[in-house]
């Protein structure tokens, strides 16, 4: 997709049965797509704070029923804990959803709108194929174990460490004050179950919700230092949230052999707005002179630019391999942060 420069003729975008699409059109068409994301992302936020809300008024209400009498149980507390993890957990699969449609919202906003305001006036190079990337091949910018830690470390690390701190209260206390720390050990036997394991498991399940947050918050640092999480040319180093895009970017470098390198070229330019560099070639079996022309282009424009080297020169070879890293005008920085 093209976009025109203010004062320029309007230039036609997309054209489908005899229907054009204008610049006029095509702006209409995302100004409504912007919308509809922004509503999804608006429902799986509404979606969030509600698992919240249930997590507090079941721990409100735990917390009430343990200590209204010194003769309930303290393994109600246990039960509510094991509750409230199951919240987190489908919290996180929902937020997930969540990262999912802001990514978009965010990505039209800073590459779409924002480039309306500033000059060059022109988004990114590569902003329509991120998006067109996400609307095809959707997949959740962020994992489902650093979710968890995400919505541990932002929400649930209070909850989780109130409900175990009035436990262990409620071990001290009831049915009556404890005489010494054997006390409160023997005391947290649940049924047949020892106080070893119930103590065992409680210990370990908290930490290792410490250990996932702790672990996913140096991960996104260090990618923010890194540059990795960096979104359309904004400065490293800042901490990007879950808007950095990761499995589903995919680059590659095509080699094209042909004899109409020129031609093939000057298209590959145009319509992908990709470069190209150009050799020249002897093919050892005829011995006749070819173009080999070596271009990088997004997973998304491998099938546009196989039809264009089809329909200038059927008798071209087509390469396609799989990039490790792709850094340069239209991908990432060339130069690292420093």
């Keep these: 997709m093209s976009a025109t420069m203010p004062g320029a003729e309007d230039a036609n975008t997309w054209t489908f049965r005899g229907y054009q699409l204008g610049s006029a059109n095509f702006a209409t068409a995302m100004v409504h797509f912007y919308r509809a994301e922004v509503s999804r992302a608006n429902t799986w936020r509404t979606r969030l704070d509600a698992t919240t809300n249930w997590a507090v008024i079941t721990t409100a209400a735990a917390l009430t029923f343990a200590f209204s009498s010194a003769h309930n149980p303290h393994f109600v507390l246990l039960l509510v804990l094991l509750l409230v993890l199951t919240f987190l957990f489908i919290e996180a699969r929902r937020y997930r959803y969540y990262a999912l449609w802001y990514y978009r919202v965010h ?6 709108f924002a480039a309306m305001l500033a000059s060059p006036f022109r988004p990114s190079a590569d902003w329509a194929d991120r998006l067109a990337e996400s609307l095809l091949d959707p997949a959740f910018p962020i994992a489902h174990w650093e979710a968890i830690g995400l919505r541990f470390r932002r929400t649930y690390f209070w909850l989780i460490s109130l409900l175990l701190i009035s436990w262990v209260i409620k071990l001290a206390f ?3 004050p404890m005489a010494d720390w054997s006390d409160l050990v023997e005391r947290a036997a649940v049924v047949s179950i020892s106080t070893r394991w119930v103590v065992g498991v409680v210990t370990g399940v908290y930490g290792l919700l410490v250990a996932m947050a702790l672990v996913s918050f140096l991960r996104r640092y260090a990618e923010a230092r890194s540059g990795k999480a960096v979104l359309s040319g904004k400065q490293p180093g800042k901490m990007r949230g879950f808007l950095q895009q990761r499995a589903n970017r995919r680059e590659n470098l095509v080699v094209i052999i042909t004899a109409r390198g020129e031609c093939i070229g000057q298209q590959l330019m145009t319509e ?49 391999n799989s990039a490790e890293e792709v850094r340069g ?7 690292a942060p420093s």
């Design 174 to 176: 009831h049915p009556t």
């Design 107 to 112: 990505l039209m906003e800073t590459d779409f």
């Design 272 to 320: 992908l707005g990709r470069g190209v560099t150009a050799l020249r070639g002897t093919g050892m079996y005829t011995g006749a002179e070819r173009y080999v022309l070596l271009c990088a282009v997004t997973n998304i424009q491998v099938s546009r630019l196989k039809a264009i080297v089809q329909q200038s020169d059927p008798n071209a070879f087509v390469i396609v």
């Design 329 to 335: 005008y239209g991908f990432g920085p060339l130069t």
